[in-house]
């Protein structure tokens, strides 16, 4: 007799590790997440919003002093926090904030690759250590990222494993000046996309936040260096970018941190492999 294929389909989907840690309960203990460059900017806002969802927040940061005033301030808040000072395009510093988050709050549920730098430069003027510098922060980072969490959330047999990686627009389109930066959004954006495939059956899913213009100190860069190499007035680039916004304002960290709290949560357990725009209607996909 012909097997039953809903029977038979059933049975692939138990033997699913994904399906089966969905189908336990969330652990009893507290959920720990990790941000790295968490000591400042749209990474603070992020670590924020997650201690108030009521997660144990490891910060990472390279800025020690950033780190210290940042750990403070959650503290006096009453947050469950750590800190690590590292440098994410360094693999085994990646490992050792893994350990970290372990031996501090005894495991990790969610891992927030946000750390990243920005670059404008014309191409003409783009040399091998512009290319080094950028990519190991913004792509090497991310991948020591995500190997670090995905070793450590396979030994954990309850609840889904979170990584959620900062991609951009810029992961969407490129845009003048910024060629290198928009390079290295999209090579996230694939990296997110591969790891999604990737680590499904371990029980992790993989997704990405995309923000546009924000009122950080980023953008201040941006804004500057987009000054000096066309000659532009300063603010008028941010300005110019700033317009393209349909809702008509720049974006705030606790945008950001709204739609990365939703991809920490089980809310988001049935999403993965996605690069969610933030950015108020600019880019549309």
Same mark, same amino acid.
């Not at 893994?98 to 501090?104: I, R």
């Not at 959330?153 to 060629?179: F, P, T, V, W």
């Not at 997704?207 to 066309?230: E, F, K, Q």
């Given at each position: 007799?012909?097997? /039953?294929?809903t029977?038979?389909?059933?049975?692939? +989907?138990?033997?699913? +590790?994904?399906?089966?840690?969905?189908?336990?309960?969330q652990?009893d203990?507290? +959920?720990? %997440?990790?941000?790295?460059?968490?000591?400042?900017?749209?990474?603070?806002?992020i670590?924020?919003?997650?201690?108030?969802?009521?997660?144990?927040?490891?910060?990472?940061? @390279?800025? &020690?002093?950033?780190?210290? %005033?940042?750990?403070?301030? $959650?503290?006096? &808040?009453?947050? *469950?926090?750590?800190?690590?000072?590292?440098?994410?395009?360094k693999?085994?510093?990646?490992? &050792?904030l893994?350990?970290?988050?372990?031996?501090? $709050?005894?495991?990790?549920?969610? $891992?927030? /690759? /946000?750390?990243?730098? #920005?670059?404008?430069?014309?191409?003409?003027?783009?040399?091998?250590?512009?290319?080094?510098?950028?990519?190991?922060? =913004?792509?090497?980072?991310?991948?020591?990222?995500?190997?670090a969490a995905?070793?450590?959330?396979?030994?954990?047999?309850?609840?889904?494993?979170?990584? @959620?990686? &900062?991609?951009?627009? %810029?992961?969407?389109?490129?845009?003048? !000046?910024?060629?290198?930066?928009?390079?290295t959004?999209?090579?996230? +954006?694939?990296?997110?996309?591969? *790891?999604?495939?990737?680590y499904?059956?371990?029980?992790?899913?993989? /997704?990405?936040?995309?923000?546009?213009?924000a009122?950080?100190? !980023?953008?201040?860069?941006?804004?500057?260096?987009?000054?000096?190499?066309?000659?532009? *007035?300063?603010?008028e680039?941010? #300005?110019?970018?700033?317009?393209? @916004?349909?809702?008509?304002?720049?974006?705030?960290p #606790?945008?950001? %941190? =709204?739609?990365?709290?939703?991809?920490a949560?089980?809310?988001?357990?049935? @999403?993965?492999?996605?690069?969610?725009i933030?950015?108020?209607? !600019?880019? $549309?996909?």
């Amino acid at each position: 007799m012909p097997s /039953n294929p809903t029977q038979d389909q059933a049975g692939t +989907r138990s033997a699913h +590790r994904a399906v089966q840690r969905a189908a336990r309960a969330q652990p009893d203990t507290q +959920r720990v %997440a990790v941000i790295t460059g968490g000591a400042a900017g749209l990474g603070k806002g992020i670590a924020t919003r997650l201690a108030a969802d009521g997660l144990a927040v490891v910060l990472s940061d @390279i800025d &020690a002093d950033k780190l210290a %005033a940042t750990r403070k301030a $959650f503290e006096a &808040a009453g947050h *469950a926090v750590e800190t690590f000072q590292g440098d994410v395009s360094k693999r085994e510093d990646q490992q &050792a904030l893994v350990a970290k988050a372990v031996e501090a $709050f005894g495991r990790l549920d969610v $891992f927030v /690759n /946000n750390a990243g730098i #920005e670059q404008v430069k014309p191409l003409d003027e783009v040399g091998p250590d512009d290319l080094d510098r950028i990519f190991r922060i =913004n792509v090497h980072g991310v991948l020591y990222g995500m190997q670090a969490a995905a070793a450590q959330m396979r030994k954990q047999d309850d609840g889904i494993g979170k990584i @959620i990686n &900062a991609c951009s627009i %810029a992961g969407h389109e490129s845009y003048e !000046m910024l060629g290198i930066y928009c390079a290295t959004k999209h090579v996230v +954006r694939s990296l997110t996309q591969t *790891a999604a495939k990737e680590y499904a059956r371990d029980g992790i899913t993989v /997704n990405a936040y995309c923000p546009g213009v924000a009122g950080t100190s !980023m953008w201040d860069r941006i804004d500057a260096a987009m000054s000096h190499y066309l000659g532009t *007035a300063p603010g008028e680039a941010f #300005e110019k970018f700033a317009a393209g @916004i349909l809702l008509g304002r720049t974006q705030e960290p #606790e945008d950001v %941190a =709204n739609l990365v709290s939703f991809l920490a949560s089980p809310d988001s357990d049935y @999403i993965t492999g996605q690069a969610i725009i933030t950015d108020g209607g !600019m880019v $549309f996909r």
